[in-house]
């Protein structure tokens, strides 16, 4: 059974999360709406010829965000293992619920 700190942190998390994603959309429908303001007023820019053997952005965030994934997994898997090894040099007891 879940504790009440845990309830409180999740929902603490959840709350952050969802005013987090609100902004980001937001955001989204700004910039959208800039760039379909600006488009047809933005001068012909040459294209940049080793531009084509660059990455595109869409590469860089996707490669850049799957690393990271990655070594946030590790970082956890190096965590709950640190905590078990951790464990025998730790006395814990249980606390007491309040009844309700």
């Known amino acids: 059974m879940p504790s009440a700190t845990i309830d409180y942190a999740a929902k603490a998390q959840e709350t952050t999360l969802k005013a987090l994603r609100q902004s980001q959309?937001?955001?989204v429908d700004i910039v959208e709406t800039w760039a379909k303001a600006v488009q047809n007023s933005a001068l012909d820019i040459p294209a940049i010829p080793?531009?084509?053997?660059?990455?595109?952005?869409?590469?860089?965030?996707?490669?850049?965000?799957?690393f990271a994934g990655q070594v946030l997994a590790?970082?956890?898997?190096?965590?709950e293992k640190l905590v078990t090894a951790l464990a025998p040099a730790i006395p814990t007891t249980k606390v007491a619920t309040p009844a309700k």
């Open 74 to 79: 590790a970082q956890r898997e190096f965590a």
């Open 50 to 66: 080793v531009a084509s053997a660059m990455p595109t952005p869409e590469e860089l965030i996707k490669t850049s965000y799957d």
């Open 25 to 27: 959309a937001a955001t």
